[in-house]
């Protein structure tokens, strides 16, 4: 059984950076991929791009290109979103979420969310 | 690039079904997820594929794809399945995953 714990929640100014972290146990990290969604008050489920952590490689949504950074450090099982340039429409919670494997495009474990909170 | 559609709501008394709708060009040739999201909760996979289901989820949950839309069914509707739900693609030109903007089940 996996489980993702995700960092606490962040308060954050305008134009300042965050980075929030999701930590698995149970499985295989490096067999999966590792995604993050977001989701601003009041709306829908956002894709913002994975990472296989066995590869090291990452694929962004065309919206956060130049602006985000997903990374994974295999040792410690942790994955990483790193978002800079912060506005207000960045506050949302952000979850992170394990495929189910190999290049399988749906998500069977999701982390707990982390708020990140813009403002000045 | 791709969009996929949902109706903002659906209401259903308890005991009936529910069917809740993901549009998209030609979707019956993508794999279409959807998801459970309670509120303050984590979204929770409930249908993978077009039709598979997720160990513990209820027969009750099903789902079909063809054409241009993609539904998911729930029948014998139970206040506990009050959510919202999200189908979920990929598509292959931008290889991107695509949410719908989800679908709020009211159980009257």
């Known amino acids: 059984q996996v489980q993702l714990v995700q960092s606490g929640a962040e308060v954050r100014k305008p134009g300042s950076s965050v980075k929030v972290s999701c930590k698995a146990s149970?499985?295989?990290?490096?067999?999966?991929?590792i995604n993050w969604v977001r989701q601003a008050p009041g709306q829908g489920l956002e894709w913002m791009g994975g990472i296989i952590p066995i590869l090291g490689i990452a694929n962004y949504a065309q919206k956060f290109q130049g602006r985000v950074t997903i990374t994974a450090d295999k040792s410690t099982n942790t994955a990483y979103v790193e978002l800079r340039s912060l506005r207000s429409e960045d506050t949302a919670v952000y979850f992170c979420a394990k495929n189910a494997g190999g290049s399988i495009r749906y998500y069977d474990y999701w982390g707990q969310g982390t708020l990140v909170a813009v403002s000045s | 690039s791709y969009v996929v559609t949902q109706p903002p709501s659906v209401s259903v008394a308890p005991g009936q079904t529910a069917r809740i709708t993901c549009g998209g060009s030609?979707?019956?040739?993508?794999?279409v997820h959807w998801y459970q999201q309670k509120s303050g909760q984590a979204p929770v996979l409930v249908v993978y594929?077009?039709?598979d289901r997720p160990s513990g989820i209820p027969e009750r949950f099903s789902g079909s794809n063809s054409g241009n839309t993609a539904t998911l069914t729930v029948s014998r509707v139970e206040a506990g399945d009050e959510a919202d739900y999200y189908c979920q693609v990929w598509d292959s030109s931008s290889d991107h995953v695509l949410f719908g903007g989800g679908t709020k089940l009211t159980v009257l």
């Open positions: 030609n979707i019956g040739s993508k794999s």
């Open positions: 594929d077009d039709t």
């Open positions: 149970g499985g295989s990290f490096s067999s999966y991929s």
